[in-house]
């Protein structure tokens, strides 16, 4: 579905500095640290539709094991005695700051940054044990801290800085950019999402949908455990030991199960 393709196939790589990618079907090896000659590539597909609508996906590798990052960023967080891999992991995230940092003003020397949705998201919890906010769990696990992620969309003239609280998903990305944009949906596939426009102007939207969450391996056949049920503010998670109940918006920790009190 893309024009253009520069990245990886696989889920990550096994080294990040001068890397062989994919660009167009072909191979070929780029010198450099992989999320900044991504970023390089990025700015160069904005160069050259600067005066044409485009759509850019630039999906980062990082923060990802292998825990490798340039030196400029990660003897900062050395010096503050952090061990290897966290230092590694600090600098992973820094580096993307910088990067997105880059795409934005690369769209502002352009002129486009007035008229461009730029839209930020990570894909699932930290892979290891580190720092997440006190959240319950982390990558592969469907509770809070498994599957809650940023979300930050900007579209300047258009949005005001505001916090959307409610619970909402990947899936709901597409119908948003369709409604947004003013297109309408051809009809052939079933859309799982819904709108989120309202709440990204400012308005109230009252949502009624339960988002299902889902520990599946590849090749594996779906699994009704572990799994999870999110609606409004209430979580529930199904363990092989049996099933846990959070009211998210007052224990955001899930500290206290409900299941029993609230069957």
Known sequence: ???EFVGLLGGHLTNYFNTTLEIDQKNQNLPGYLPDVLTDKAIDFM??????????YLPYNTPHSPHQVPDEYFDSYKSEGLDDELAAIHGMVENIDSNVGRVLKKLEDMGLDQNTL??????????????NDNMKGR???????GVRVPSFWRWKGKFEPRIVT????????????????????????????????????????????????????PQSELTYYPGAIREDQML?????????????????????DLADEKP
Do not use: W, Y
């Open 118 to 131: 730029v839209i930020f998201l990570t894909d699932n919890g930290p892979n290891g044990v580190r720092f």
């Open 236 to 256: 529930l998670v199904l363990n092989e030991n049996g099933e846990e109940l959070f009211d998210m918006s007052n224990d955001p920790n899930q500290k206290k």
């Open 139 to 145: 990558k592969g696990s469907v509770n809070e801290g």
């Open 166 to 217: 409610a619970a909402s998903a990947h899936i709901d990305v597409f119908p948003t950019l369709v409604d947004l944009l003013g297109l309408e949906n051809n009809g052939i596939r079933t859309i799982d999402g819904i709108s989120l426009k309202p709440l990204l102007l400012g308005n109230d939207l009252e949502i009624e949908r339960p988002i299902f969450s889902q520990v599946a391996q």
């Open 47 to 56: 160069e050259r539709n600067e005066k044409t609508p485009f759509f850019l």
């Open 1 to 3: 579905g893309f024009d």
